[in-house]
């Protein structure tokens, strides 16, 4: 609705762009709508892909790390292991050998058996050995025995994490606190788990990692050391909001990543995923800089369209306007004809022949009537004798008799010239507003000399940028000194303000004087209300209320009422346009 009144009130120019706008906005709003979504379902389509990708390799991942788990009691069950580990050096060293390459054997099986696996081996403490699937010259590191045991682990999932290495080991026997007597552990291969993640992401630009948060280990694809921090702090956000699979749009260094999570319960790790949105869009990247360059054409568009309705519609309505508004201000000029036959061509011919018919009728039948009020106003300004004047010099002659007064008496020798400047200046019916509340300040400072601290005078007045009648202020401010505040006993208040509202622009003149009564106040208002019939008067209030109405109608002019300082106010209202 406040649209539509907005409409109803704006110029024609303001209402052809905007249905114009109305038009093309609209255009440009459906187009980036289909693109957006376009873009939210190739983006939820992909990131669906990517996690399904992501389960498919998280689930082959789940299942050769268990099938490795199931496998690794039957060797650690193994007869010769059993043997060795329990009589050590006390067989013999053939007998030794013979089964060592045994276990040799089936340990390299064991690591043929899976392409993540990258070494099997069999921790024997009591001979000192560690036996690999390819070495026989071993020793037992006591430090990595000790982190394979299973005693030393505080987690569920069967992995050991040392030495950025993972290991899934068993122990025999199984289920005791004491020192077990050997341990099978296989140590799987970072390279295959990473060449593993590096196949969920790497056809679309992304990088893949395995955080498990807990142990504070990773496994990444080849992601730089910042975006893994950033890939590990999304991780954690998923751990603590319980959520195990999904999809979302994140940022990095200015650009938008498609971050794909899965959490596996095996490995107690999440797999995080990030492809670049920019390669996930791909095509729709190229549709969206196509829409730029649309809207930039639309821009172009509007500004021919603007320039078009400005130049040939616009510019010629609003000469059309101004010679109206001329007309107003009794300013009869014609138009000049720049057109050539279309309608403002006409409009300019018929309103300049309307021009010539008006200015025909105003020789006629109105240039005496105008005449008369002319001269009417002038006799209005020249009776204008304000009383004070008759007074100036004898206060001068005491100032410069008083001792120690001569700057003062100086400054008053100033305002009189300024006074006397403005009063026999009358070349100019009408003068800026700044002028006359200028003219009234010094009047006000030359009274504040006469009655020095007696009356305590506020002066607010300030307005608009507008013309006005000559001594409309001045006379009102001279008429509270005269019959208000010159024979009060107790101190005088005399306050100046104005007040803008709309097109109309009020001074006000307020005093604390007890002469004047409510009835008083109300015949004043009654002579202001007739004061046309009564053009015998033609001094003080009357007068400016008079000539103010001549200027602006009879809807302004001075007004008058009780003031809030027990005294009378009077209101000063011009028109502000």
Known sequence: MRSVFFLHDSSIFKKIMAAFLAALLPLLAITWMIIEKGSDTI?????????????????????EADRISRYLPNYVMDQDLMEIAATGNEMSSYDRSRIILDVQRRLELMKNSSPFIREAKAYIPLIGRTVLSNSYETFLDDEEYKAMQHNAKLYEEPFIYWRDRLFITMQYPINTSREPLYLIGVELSTAKIKETLAQIGRKRGGY???????????????????????????????????????????????????????????????????IPEETALGSLQVYRTLFWWACALAAVIVLFFTYFLLRFIYRPLMKLVHSFRRVQQNRLDPIVIDRGADEFGYLYEAFNDTVRYLKTLIEENYEGQIRNQRSELKRLQSQINPHFLYNCFFVLCRLIKSEGQKEKAYQFCLYIGQYFQFITRNDEDDIPLELELEHSRTYVKMQSICYGEKIDVLFEGDGPDIMVPRLILQPIIENAYKHALGNMLEPGELWVHSEL????????????????????????????????????????ILNVHRRIQLRYGAEYGLMVSRSELGGLQVRIKLSAS
């Open 43 to 63: 983006r939820s389509e992909i990131s669906l892909s990517v996690l399904n990708t992501t389960q498919f390799y998280m689930d082959s991942l789940d299942k």
């Open 208 to 274: 893949t990692a395995l955080f498990n948060l807990e142990r504070e280990w990773s496994v990444d694809s080849g992601a730089d050391a910042d975006w893994l921090k950033e890939m590990k702090v999304f991780a954690e956000g998923k751990k603590e909001a319980l959520s195990t699979s999904g999809y979302e749009t994140i940022h990095y260094k200015g650009e938008r990543y498609l971050a794909v999570y899965q959490y596996s319960e095996l490995w107690n790790a999440y797999s995080i995923t990030c």
């Open 501 to 540: 509202k709309g097109e109309d622009f009020s001074i006000y003149v307020e005093d604390n004087g007890r002469s004047i009564t409510d009835e008083g106040i109300e015949l004043l208002r009654k002579k202001l209300l007739h004061s046309t019939n009564r053009i015998e008067e033609t001094t003080g």
